[in-house]
C-alpha cells in the first residue's frame, strides 16, 4: 500500500466514492450514470479511469454472464484504507513525514464544535499505545 502509483486522483476517487457507496459490484454504465453533474467527462474518458482503477488495484470486475461486454466492478480496498494512504501521502508530500505538524498545522486551521474536540481526544487516546 506504500507505492503513490495506487493513489486514486481526483477524477478517481470519485468513482471510487460512488462504487463504495453502492451495495454490490456496478457496471460501467451504472458508474457513468450516478456521475452525471459530478464530472465534467465523456462515458469513455470514465472508462478509462476505470480501467486505471483496476491496474492499480483499487478496483476489480467480474464479466456478466449474460454478455460478455459487460463488467460489474468492485472495490479492492476500502474507503478507510483509501483514506489513510491519501493521509500519509499528504504527511510526506507536505510535511516532510512528520505526521504530527501535519496534523497540528490542521487542528490550528479548523474551529472544532465540543463534540468533535471530544472524538478527537478519543483517537488520540486510542492511538497511544499503538507504537509500543
Given amino acids: 500500500m506504500e507505492n503513490e502509483n ?3 486522483s481526483e477524477s478517481e476517487w470519485l468513482i471510487m466514492e460512488i462504487i463504495w457507496e453502492s451495495d454490490g459490484p456496478l457496471t460501467s454504465a451504472e458508474v457513468i450514470h450516478k456521475l452525471q453533474g459530478k464530472l465534467n467527462m465523456t462515458p469513455k474518458m470514465i472508462r478509462v479511469l476505470m480501467n486505471r482503477l483496476c491496474q492499480k488495484k483499487l478496483l476489480c470486475y467480474t ?3 449474460r454478455d460478455a461486454r459487460v463488467y460489474h466492478y468492485s472495490a479492492l480496498r476500502t474507503k478507510e484504507e483509501c483514506l489513510k494512504m491519501k493521509s500519509k501521502k499528504f504527511a510526506d508530500s507536505y510535511f516532510s513525514g512528520n505526521q504530527a505538524t501535519a496534523i ?3 487542528l490550528q486551521s ?3 464544535t465540543d463534540e468533535q474536540i471530544s472524538e478527537l481526544e478519543a483517537i488520540l487516546e486510542k492511538s497511544k ?3 509500543k
Avoid: H, T
Fill in 129 to 131: 499505545g499503538k507504537n
Fill in 6 to 8: 495506487i493513489m486514486p
Fill in 104 to 106: 497540528a498545522s490542521l
Fill in 63 to 65: 464479466v456478466d454472464e
Fill in 110 to 112: 479548523i474551529a472544532f
